[in-house]
T-cell receptor, first 115, second 112 residues
Framework: EPEVTQTPSHQVTQMGQEVILRCVPISNHLYFYWYRQILGQKVEFLVSFYNNEISEKSEIFDDQFSVERPDGSNFTLKIRSTKLEDSAMYFC?????????????FGPGTRLTVL | GEDVEQSLFLSVREGDSSVINCTYTDSSSTYLYWYKQEPGAGLQLLTYIFSNMDMKQDQRLTVLLNKKDKHLSLRIADTQTGDSAIYFCAETFRDYGQNFVFGPGTRLSVLP
């Protein structure tokens, strides 16, 4: 069965550094998402992306965050200058049509640790 | 804003039924979902229910929705050790975009 993959599985960085989290969505999917889960807290929506542009973003997704689909297969989340509070598990997801009854497939996550 | 709450832990014996509960605040929710997260894995969609339904059954899973009380439950019949995971309730109030609001997750432990 096709699956969403994410790399790296764990990223450790120093505060103030830039990080790029990578995701390879399922190949025929058109809608892409990033979520994060701070340890012990809820899964939170960050951003959705369709047709090479952001379709929706949450309050968490401020100017420090950006997303890109650089080459038609990868979908990246960049954090420009990491803060301690960015430490979390980041999940990428994709779906075919973006409708609420369409299954959203999640990747296994990247654990980001900011020191 | 929207909020989704769940109890954090549940332990059951293998073979028993598990009932995981969820409450939500947004009465305009259109769809409610149950996701499962196994250790080291992403979230896997188990089932969803449209807000005009009361119940949905899918093999060992039964979802009950009480819209008046804004209460959703997931019943797993004949719980197995492989069902041990974190179960997330989620809602959306729109027809597109899948901007979900997730609950904190219930950690289900199945004891032999």
């Amino acid at each position: 069965e096709p699956e969403v993959t994410q790399t790296p599985s764990h990223q450790v960085t120093q505060m103030g550094q830039e990080v790029i989290l990578r995701c390879v969505p399922i190949s025929n999917h058109l809608y892409f998402y990033w979520y994060r889960q701070i340890l012990g807290q809820k899964v939170e929506f960050l951003v959705s992306f369709y047709n090479n542009e952001i379709s929706e973003k949450s309050e968490i997704f401020d100017d420090q965050f950006s997303v890109e689909r650089p080459d038609g297969s990868n979908f990246t989340l960049k954090i420009r200058s990491t803060k301690l509070e960015d430490s979390a598990m980041y999940f990428c997801a994709s779906s075919k049509t973006g409708t609420v009854t369409d299954t959203q497939y999640f990747g296994p996550g990247t654990r980001l640790t900011v020191l | 804003g929207e909020d989704v709450e769940q109890s954090l832990f549940l332990s059951v014996r293998e073979g028993d039924s598990s009932v995981i509960n969820c409450t939500y605040t947004d009465s305009s929710s259109t769809y409610l979902y149950w996701y499962k997260q196994e250790p080291g894995a992403g979230l896997q969609l188990l089932t969803y229910i449209f807000s005009n339904m009361d119940m949905k059954q899918d093999q060992r899973l039964t979802v009950l929705l009480n819209k008046k009380d804004k209460h959703l439950s997931l019943r797993i019949a004949d719980t197995q050790t492989g069902d041990s995971a974190i179960y997330f309730c989620a809602e959306t109030f729109r027809d597109y975009g899948q901007n979900f609001v997730f609950g904190p997750g219930t950690r289900l432990s199945v004891l032999p």
